[in-house]
């Protein structure tokens, strides 16, 4: 196993979990040269570092989950000078035919970086997006609660007894609010009307903490996200909320991304082909980063409706005879384009063609 030459050329992979990480070496061929588990510690990783320079000169090294599991494990790779590709788990055929144990995918992950199959760099999340990224993370979260408790506070309205019911119906959603912060429920919960006065206070005091949960860090997410990518916040229909989302899709890096095509699949603004026979066509992709494409859709919305431009190309194409749905793909992907040379800082006009459509 160690006869190894220290001057040769070998690939790595690593399995990702919580509690340890498995690594393996193979040669360029693919053969499999070693493996080891590693625990999920500093030392650990620095083991690990250790280990693999054992095998000789380490070109790539494929890791699962970049991300999540295995974003501290990156973090170091990458600031040892190794270079980091992220590694897909095998697919269900694969894994079908050859099983399933941490070696095994320890070593499919090492081939498919020694083969250039596995080529997508991971992002750094050592910058300023990170940052506006885990404070998303909690924004989005509290949003989603406050949600789940208007439902709610709004269900209990419709069923509470008549005199409570009375009182809170027809009133709009922060006036709702209001009002059941100033109710007084008397101390016998017993009697269904008290009871139905606690429990809507009880929701009206959930809702006010959540939205200040909310506000609070807005300032913040303004801040980070214009800093990080004024570029981005100058374009037409392009709000904060959109602005961040498409920043952390793109991450720290976004160098990382070979090109813009590239990155409208990442968003999945790439259009798929669906010709057959005499029917040639392109359908919306189902892929991609699903929140990045909900933010290309709610910049496109934006446009259709107060850019003048786009009104113009919405029409001209609808004369054509496409349908609405392929004019918001056909947008979409433009879009994506326009945020790609943004986001890179390229200062080089867009073709003329893209800056007539948007």
Same mark, same amino acid.
């Given at each position: ?22 690594a393996a070496v193979v040669d360029p061929l693919g053969r499999p040269v070693a493996d080891r588990a590693f625990p999920t510690t500093t030392q650990g990783y ?72 596995? #080529?997508?760099?991971?992002?750094? #999340? ?9 404070? =998303? ?27 409570? #019911? ?39 005091? =959930? ?86 494409? =909900? ?41 994506? #384009? ?21």
């Amino acid at each position: 196993m160690t006869d190894q030459q220290p001057e040769a050329e070998v690939f790595a992979g690593v399995d990702t979990h919580t509690d340890t990480h498995h690594a393996a070496v193979v040669d360029p061929l693919g053969r499999p040269v070693a493996d080891r588990a590693f625990p999920t510690t500093t030392q650990g990783y620095r083991s690990l570092l250790a280990w693999l320079d054992a095998f000789g000169v380490v070109r790539t090294v494929g890791v699962e989950c970049t991300g999540s599991y295995g974003a501290g494990l990156t973090s170091v790779l990458a600031t040892a000078g190794l270079m980091v590709v992220e590694a897909n788990g095998p697919d269900r055929g694969t894994r079908h035919a050859r099983g399933k144990s941490d070696p095994i995918d320890a070593y499919a992950a090492a081939r498919a970086a020694a083969s250039g199959r596995a #080529r997508a760099v991971p992002k750094s #999340r050592t910058g300023t997006v990170e940052a506006l990224r885990q404070l =998303r993370v909690t924004r989005a979260s509290a949003v989603k609660a406050r949600v789940q408790a208007m439902n709610q506070l709004i269900s209990l309205r419709v069923t509470a007894p008549e005199p409570l #019911r009375q009182s809170l119906t027809g009133l709009p959603r922060t006036a709702l609010v209001s009002t059941c912060l100033r109710l007084r429920p008397g101390a016998d919960l017993t009697d269904p009307l008290q009871a139905a006065r606690f429990a809507v206070r009880q929701l009206g005091r =959930r809702i006010r903490a959540l939205t200040e949960e909310i506000d609070e860090p807005e300032a913040h997410l303004k801040a980070l996200t214009t800093a990080a990518a004024p570029e981005v916040i100058a374009l037409f229909g392009v709000g904060t909320e959109t602005a961040g989302q498409l920043l952390v899709t793109a991450g720290d890096n976004p160098e990382r991304l070979r090109s813009e095509a590239a990155f409208a699949a990442l968003c999945g603004a790439t259009p798929v082909p669906a010709s057959s026979g005499r029917t040639d066509r392109h359908r919306l992709s189902r892929g991609g980063d699903r929140q990045a494409n =909900r933010a290309l859709h709610m910049i496109t919305v934006v446009r259709m409706r107060y850019c003048p431009r786009t009104q113009a190309y919405v029409a001209r194409r609808s004369q054509q005879g496409l349908s609405k749905k392929n004019i918001i793909r056909c947008l979409k992907r433009f879009i994506a #384009r326009e945020v790609y040379h943004a986001l890179t800082h390229a200062r080089a006009p867009y073709p003329a063609s893209t800056a007539r459509h948007l």
